[in-house]
């Protein structure tokens, strides 16, 4: 597959700011054109999507039934959804993403990874079963726009609404990067010393120092076996902690009201173990991802499922950049198979929230020169791209299995390479084509859930 419409972060922010010193500031902008005429095997294309989508309404209350209908085929049989967020900013995708959620908790699915940092994630989580922590503060420090939403705030209360009312079927909330352990190193060693001991408490905290010792090594610079030497000094130190929290946990009875801040500490323990474990490894960024994904797989429940809500085309099995860049979908499929599945979610128009150069020079620049947030209007599909036969569907937003695709002109259409939408945290409708990559279905994803107009995220 040749990805030659994908461009690095620095060539697409060159080519947006060339675009826009060029744009007419004068008069406004005409009138927008009626789309082209479909090509013959497109408009074929066009009449399978309005026969095998499954629709559904965003403005209805949630209708979980359907959802699952929608869902089965695609999800059957699978241990691991993907769910890519090709166009990010937008207000309807964490509903999407809630939505998909629910409906699918009565198949095994215990919880969701989203693309943040393990440990603030844990602390979301605890919050999203037991109410204890502030959730605000926390999604602050994930460390990225996306998560500071009104979407996401309504999310983490759908969540926790949920647990209340189906204490027997509760949902958790992950992350799947490990950018530093440091949360989970002071949250393993902050239990009272009337909890833990004094012994104890002293003993975790040398321990541990091991770990900042090796997330600030200049890999490398001292040599490969200088760069083991730290981290299989830690591995047995950091499994030895996680095993002497365990055994803490074993002197406390259930009904103990210090019981939850010991399992809570013993989880990031947990954690902590099994960064050092994949550091040892020295794996690239995507199969350190993968390799987070089947660690909470691991921890859930007997027989449970996930959830991965991944920004961009990350849960996409696609490799990009002439190979230079791995996506985390394609280690997850290597070692999950047909257990994996990935979704793309795409658009056909309407508002996104984004960063936006300025047309000029001096408007929606943040104070580093970097373009600041802004609603904008997405620009019209290119002709011939997916999003162009997708917004012609009966259906303004639904569910659409690209697994069994016909052989004939229809399928050759769909199956593709053909340009979507890549829209991340900028964007500018005045060069549309900076944002488009080229994919294949079902090759780099199973299925697609696709809105025909978005509207901003809220800050």
């Not at 095998?52 to 049989?77: C, Q």
């Not at 975790?204 to 490398?220: D, I, M, S």
């Not at 950091?238 to 210090?258: E, I, M, Y």
Request: with cysteine; net charge neutral.
């Amino acid at each position: 597959m040749t990805m030659n419409a994908f461009r690095p972060a620095a060539s697409i922010t060159a080519t947006i700011w060339l675009f826009a010193l060029g744009a007419c500031r004068g008069a406004p902008p005409p009138p927008p054109t009626p789309p082209p005429a479909l090509s013959t095997s497109a408009s074929a294309a066009l009449q399978w999507v309005n026969a095998h989508s499954s629709g559904f309404a965003l403005a209805d209350s949630m209708n979980l039934d359907r959802d699952r209908r929608a869902l089965a085929p695609i999800v059957n049989g699978a241990r691991v959804f993907g769910l890519s967020e090709l166009t990010e900013g937008t207000d309807e995708f964490p509903d999407i993403v809630r939505r998909t959620l629910f409906a699918l908790a009565d198949s095994g699915f215990r919880g969701i990874a989203i693309q943040g940092p393990m440990p603030e994630a844990l602390e979301l989580n605890r919050w999203v079963q037991t109410s204890q922590g502030d959730p605000r503060r926390i999604m602050r420090q994930l460390g990225s726009w996306r998560w500071e939403s009104r979407e996401m705030w309504a999310f983490m209360l759908a969540m926790r609404q949920w647990n209340i009312a189906h204490k027997d079927r509760p949902l958790g909330f992950y992350g799947f990067e490990i950018p530093t352990a440091a949360r989970a190193v002071q949250v393993a060693t902050s239990l009272p010393d009337s909890v833990a001991g004094v012994a104890l408490n002293q003993w975790l905290k040398r321990t541990y120092a091991c770990v900042a010792t090796n997330e600030g090594a200049h890999w490398g610079l001292e040599g490969r076996a200088a760069d083991s030497s730290f981290w299989n000094a830690c591995g047995p130190a950091t499994a030895a902690a996680a095993d002497s929290l365990a055994a803490l946990r074993s002197r406390f009875p259930v009904s103990s009201p210090v019981m939850p801040d010991i399992a809570f500490a013993e989880s990031m323990a947990r954690l902590v173990r099994h960064h050092v474990s994949v550091g040892l490894r020295h794996l690239p960024r995507e199969k350190q991802n993968a390799e987070h994904v089947i660690y909470l797989l691991d921890e859930l429940p007997p027989g449970g499922k996930l959830l991965v809500w991944g920004g961009d085309v990350e849960m996409g099995r696609i490799v990009i950049d002439n190979g230079r860049t791995v996506q985390t979908g394609v280690p997850l499929g290597e070692r999950l198979g047909d257990k994996y599945r990935a979704v793309a979610f795409a658009i056909g128009g309407g508002t996104i929230r984004a960063r936006v150069p300025s047309t000029n020079g001096r408007g929606g620049v943040g104070s580093g020169g970097e373009p600041g947030f802004a609603n904008t209007r997405v620009a019209v599909p290119g002709a011939d791209s997916y999003e162009d036969v997708l917004m012609r569907a009966n259906n303004q937003n639904f569910w659409l299995d690209m697994r069994g695709l016909p052989s004939d002109s229809a399928g050759a259409w769909l199956r593709g390479p053909r340009q979507m939408r890549l829209i991340t945290e900028i964007y500018t409708p005045v060069a549309p084509t900076a944002f488009e990559t080229s994919v294949e279905f079902p090759k780099n994803y199973d299925a697609i859930v696709f809105a025909r107009s978005v509207n901003p995220a809220h800050p």
